[in-house]
């Protein structure tokens, strides 16, 4: 059964460091998002991502993070300075075009020391 | 504020018995609306969706949907140890606002 796929699983990095986050949505899905998890809280949205655009984002989503589709399979989440709020688990997912229901990758598990 | 309330539990049920979980919105403008498990330290797995005001059953599990009241349910039938998790229900606005926002869980306890 298709799945997305997320790497890496874990990425430890240091307050100020950029990272990406990568994600492989399902190959016949168009739309493609991105939610976070700080541990013991409820999954946020940060962005969602149609014919090679942001459609829609959220609060959080601000001018650290940008989003790329940069070839035909992967779909990443920069971020470009972190901060220690930062720390939390990305979950990319997927959905095709005429369903709503989104399916979740495994998640980064994002630590800023 | 769009919201979406659940009891944080945990509900602790027998094995065996009927499990119910409930969640309120506060968004009248969603449209569909999702159940998702959670084991602790995974991504949310989804268990099923309900467009339309009723029932929708799929195997033990049944969602309940009542627009009106900005309600929606999950029954589990035949409770199962491995039903153990975090329930995380989730609306969005359907075609074209599809983002999903999510409730903060219920935690479920099944034992043996």
Redesign the interface.
Known sequence: EPEVTQTPSHQVTQMGQEVILRCVPISNHLYFYWYRQILGQKVEFLVSFYNNEISEKSEIFDDQFSVERPDGSNFTLKIRSTKLEDSAMYFCASNARQAETQYFGPGTRLLVL | QKEVEQNSGPLSVPEGAIASLNCTYSDRGSQ?F?W?RQYSG?????IM?I?SNGDKEDGRFTAQLNKASQYVSLLIRDSQPSDSATY?C?V?R??G?????????TRLQVQP
Do not use: C, D, I, Q
């Not at chain 2, 995974?42 to 989804?46: A, D, R, T, V």
């Open positions: 569909s999702f998702y995974k991504s949310p797995e989804l969706f467009y995380l989730a969005n359907g075609t606002r599809r983002a999903l926002t999510f409730g903060s869980g």
